[in-house]
Each structure stands twice: as structure tokens, then as C-alpha cells.
């Protein structure tokens, strides 16, 4: 498995977070798109990852909710502002346990021998509003979350 690198420059807005993958490019792009794939990596183990919606356009929106044993729900959502392609998308990304703290996102899929590099760049309306998210698990969320991607996608690659 591949570590998650995670940067978070202090006094600036952004974060940016890159995993390598051991997958093709087109393979990782439909585990980030496909609703029924997304929802078996999205997040940490703890949680069921229900899709609510996924429109995976430019204009289109999505929604998700995370469960856990107890019943307890964490909701998020967005805006998709490009469409998927081979070399990424950009959407927005909210929080609904912290509203009103917008990201948007631009993602990126790098491949080369066979591996994918997948980079976000979040970048959030203030420095107050990353470290917000970071204090409400996104770190430990995100790299538990790409754990379980690459498990997907070695399932993936066996089945083909």
C-alpha cells in the first residue's frame, strides 16, 4: 500500500493531498465517478457510505452520507464544475456537520507504468476553514478512505 502525503503550508488556504495507486488511470477514474465503486472506499471502515446522489457533470451536484453503528450521520455535498476526464475533474466540497466552509477541489490523475497518481488541491475560502476540516477528521478520514481504494482496485484488476 501507498502512504498518503498530506501538506497543509501553514497561513494558506489550501491543502494538498497525493496517493499513488497501483492501477491504470481509466481504472481509478471509474472507482472516483461510479457511485456503487465509490461508495465501498469513500472514508474510513467505520462509516457506510450511502450515495444520495451523483451526477457526475459540469453543473451536476452530489451528495453523500457516512453511517455509523450507532446510526449516527455525516452528510456531504458539492457541485461538479467539470466534467471527468482522464485527467481529473474539479467539483466543490462541503461538510454539512461544518457548513457554510466551502473547498474546491481540482483533482488530477497522473499515470506512468501502470500507477496512477491521484493529487487533490483543496483550496478553502480561509486558513480558519482548512484547519477547521483538519480538526474534523478529514486527515485520518481521506488516508483510511485510499486505503480501501487500493483494495478496491487490486479487486478490480484480478476480475479483469
Do not use: C
Not at 459540469?58 to 446510526?71: E, L, P
Amino acid at each position: 500500500m501507498s502512504k498518503t502525503t498530506i501538506v497543509a503550508e501553514p497561513g494558506t488556504h489550501g491543502i494538498v493531498v497525493t496517493r499513488e495507486v497501483d492501477a491504470p488511470r481509466d481504472l481509478v477514474l471509474r472507482a472516483l465517478t461510479e457511485p456503487d465503486l465509490l461508495a465501498q472506499w469513500l472514508g474510513p471502515r467505520k462509516y457506510a457510505t450511502v450515495i444520495d446522489r451523483y451526477d457526475v457533470r459540469a453543473g451536476g451536484s452530489y451528495r453523500y452520507v457516512q453511517r455509523d453503528a450507532d446510526g449516527n450521520e455525516y452528510g456531504f455535498h458539492g457541485v461538479f464544475h467539470t466534467g471527468p476526464t482522464p485527467d481529473g475533474m474539479v467539483q466543490t466540497f462541503e461538510f454539512e456537520g461544518y457548513p457554510g466552509h466551502v473547498s474546491m477541489d481540482t483533482l488530477t490523475l497522473e499515470e506512468r507504468d501502470g500507477r496512477t497518481t491521484i493529487r487533490t488541491n483543496s483550496v478553502f475560502q480561509s486558513v480558519e476553514d482548512r484547519d477547521g476540516m483538519i480538526a474534523a477528521g478529514m486527515t485520518d478520514g481521506m488516508n483510511e478512505g485510499y486505503d480501501r481504494l487500493d483494495e478496491l482496485l487490486a479487486g478490480m484488476l484480478a476480475r479483469a
